[in-house]
C-alpha cells in the first residue's frame, strides 16, 4: 500500500482510527473516512482484480467491480456480527467479481460485447462512418415501392404485347449495356 495516498489524509488523522470507527464515520456520510477506507484497502481490490479476466473488458474495468464490492463492504459490514472488516472486504470484493465475470459472460450480453460503433470509421484511409452510410434518406416509401412494381408490370404486360421477339432481344441488350 502506497503510503503517499493515505498521507493526503494526515489532517483528519484517520491513521489513528480503526477500521469500526472508520466504517461508522462513512456510514454517518464522512466521505473522507471512506476514500481513507478506499485507499486503504486498495491493495485487496488489485491482489483480486489480477486473478480475474473479463471479455471484452480492461483492467480498469475489473478494478471497478473491486471498487464496488469494496464500497458495499463498507455500506454493509456490520461491527457486532463480523469478526474483522479486512477478511469481510476480501470476500466482498470476490463475490463482486464473480458476479461481474457471470454477468458478462451470459448470453444474452453478446450483442453488446461484440457491437461495433456506428462512429467508427469505414475505411482505413477516410473518415467516413458507418453512420454516415446508413443514410435515412435512402429508405423508400412501402407505397412507392408498390406503385413502381404495378408500373413495371403494366410496362412489362405492354412490351410483351406489342413488341416482336426480336424487338424484345433488342431493347433487352440495350437495356443491358446502360
Same mark, same amino acid.
Given at each position: 500500500m502506497a503510503k503517499s495516498n493515505l498521507a493526503y489524509f494526515t489532517n483528519?488523522? %484517520?491513521?489513528?482510527? @480503526?477500521?469500526? =470507527? *472508520?466504517i461508522s464515520y462513512a456510514k454517518e456520510g464522512n466521505e473522507k473516512a471512506l476514500e481513507y477506507l478506499f485507499c486503504k484497502y486498495k491493495d485487496i481490490v488489485?491482489? !483480486?482484480v489480477n486473478k480475474y479476466f473479463i471479455i471484452g473488458a480492461e483492467k480498469e474495468d475489473i478494478i471497478q467491480e473491486g471498487m464496488i464490492g469494496l464500497y458495499k463492504?463498507?455500506?454493509? /459490514? =456490520? @461491527?457486532? !456480527?463480523?469478526? &474483522? /472488516?479486512? &477478511? /469481510?472486504?476480501?470476500?466482498?470484493v470476490e463475490r463482486q467479481l464473480i458476479t461481474a465475470i457471470k454477468t458478462s459472460n451470459r448470453q444474452k450480453h453478446i450483442p453488446l460485447n461484440s457491437s461495433l460503433s456506428l462512429n467508427t470509421s469505414v475505411y482505413e484511409d477516410d473518415d467516413t462512418s458507418l453512420? =454516415? *452510410? %446508413?443514410?435515412?434518406?435512402?429508405? =423508400?416509401?412501402?407505397l412507392d415501392t408498390i406503385t413502381k412494381k $404495378?408500373?413495371?408490370?403494366?410496362?412489362?404486360?405492354?412490351?410483351? !404485347?406489342?413488341? &416482336? &421477339? %426480336? $424487338?424484345?432481344?433488342?431493347l433487352s441488350r440495350f437495356a443491358a449495356r446502360r
Amino acid at each position: 500500500m502506497a503510503k503517499s495516498n493515505l498521507a493526503y489524509f494526515t489532517n483528519d488523522d %484517520f491513521s489513528k482510527k @480503526t477500521d469500526n =470507527e *472508520l466504517i461508522s464515520y462513512a456510514k454517518e456520510g464522512n466521505e473522507k473516512a471512506l476514500e481513507y477506507l478506499f485507499c486503504k484497502y486498495k491493495d485487496i481490490v488489485n491482489m !483480486k482484480v489480477n486473478k480475474y479476466f473479463i471479455i471484452g473488458a480492461e483492467k480498469e474495468d475489473i478494478i471497478q467491480e473491486g471498487m464496488i464490492g469494496l464500497y458495499k463492504a463498507v455500506k454493509s /459490514f =456490520e @461491527t457486532d !456480527k463480523q469478526n &474483522s /472488516f479486512r &477478511s /469481510f472486504a476480501n470476500l466482498c470484493v470476490e463475490r463482486q467479481l464473480i458476479t461481474a465475470i457471470k454477468t458478462s459472460n451470459r448470453q444474452k450480453h453478446i450483442p453488446l460485447n461484440s457491437s461495433l460503433s456506428l462512429n467508427t470509421s469505414v475505411y482505413e484511409d477516410d473518415d467516413t462512418s458507418l453512420m =454516415e *452510410l %446508413f443514410n435515412t434518406n435512402t429508405a =423508400e416509401d412501402p407505397l412507392d415501392t408498390i406503385t413502381k412494381k $404495378e408500373y413495371y408490370t403494366l410496362v412489362g404486360n405492354k412490351i410483351d !404485347k406489342h413488341l &416482336s &421477339s %426480336f $424487338e424484345k432481344q433488342v431493347l433487352s441488350r440495350f437495356a443491358a449495356r446502360r
